[in-house]
């Protein structure tokens, strides 16, 4: 079982920017992929950035440019850089990790960019 504890949200104005944090109970190397989720209201969750093991990244069309993901082994968290925020980047960010067989979920930290 892995827990992930997401933070760094807040309100924030359009233009600004803010880091998310996902903090993972166990070494972060085990895990083949992690990526970030947002889900604004009334729509469903889609993927926002993701890394795999072998550092491949993948954005979703509507980020590239303006965020980034990482991670750092030492301290087991997963990171979004996200910067020239816009008022549709609004939503609950969701972390996330898989192993092989098996997903696992933050409860989310929600991001509001006031226009």
């Known amino acids: 079982q892995v827990q992930l504890v997401e933070s760094g949200g807040g309100l924030v104005q359009a233009g600004g920017s803010l880091r998310l944090s996902c903090a993972a109970s166990?070494?972060?190397?085990?895990?083949?992929?992690m990526g970030w989720y947002r889900q604004a209201p009334g729509k469903a969750r889609e993927l926002v950035a993701s890394?795999?093991?072998?550092?491949?990244?993948n954005y979703a069309d509507s980020v590239k440019g303006r965020f980034a993901i990482s991670r750092d082994a030492t301290k087991n968290t997963i990171y979004l850089q996200m910067n020239s925020l816009k008022s549709e980047d609004t939503g609950v960010y969701y972390c996330?990790?898989?192993?092989?067989?098996?997903?696992?979920w933050g409860r989310g930290t929600q991001v509001t960019v006031s226009s």
């Open positions: 996330n990790v898989a192993e092989v067989f098996q997903s696992y």
């Open positions: 166990r070494n972060i190397f085990s895990f083949n992929h």
């Open positions: 890394v795999t093991s072998g550092d491949s990244t």
